[in-house]
């Protein structure tokens, strides 16, 4: 970088740029499910799971067809492992380092509710079970223990649109195309996005 930036790079600088947080930024804040909170989680098919280990951060998408989480009680969700490229990012994270956080996605919705806390890894069968489609079981569960919920500000998806109906995808490079680029065309490619749609489908359970 050939420009140097001046850095905020303590607290105190930073409260004097922003000033404090308005009472109800930090009075929405719940340490464990309420009813209201409950119903957003229940509701939201699509979250982004946060992780954070030794060799730096991951953010991670996390779907499902129903609820992306299980509430087992007002202070824990389980989250079901589905088998995918095995990088295991997220899940090596939170075995050397259990902090997480949770992003609750609604489509419709600008607002979305924050889960911070604490996870753990389990392949306890019968939890597993709980997540079975047809014959196929998750192959781990992670556990989270809440340690505060809350809701996002909206201004964000307002910002973006996201929910205007316009596909702003065309024209951006396919994942085949970005692989072949990064394996000089070893890999990749037409073919491979061909063929991923069936696969995925093979192996979305």
Known sequence: MSRKFEQIN????????YGQPGAPALRKVAHQMTPLYRA????????????????GTDGSPRGDEGPVVLELDPNTLAMPDWRGNNRLDSLRNIVEDGRVSLLFIVPGSNNVVRVNGGAWLTNDRELRAQFAKGPRLPAMVILIEIAEIYTQCARAFMRAGIWSGQDESVGLPTAGEILAQMTTGEEGGAPYDAAWGKRAEKTMW
Do not use: M
């Open 40 to 55: 957003w989680i229940a509701a939201s098919k699509l979250c982004v799971l946060s992780t954070v280990g030794p060799q």
């Open 10 to 17: 303590t607290v105190e600088a930073l409260l004097e740029h």
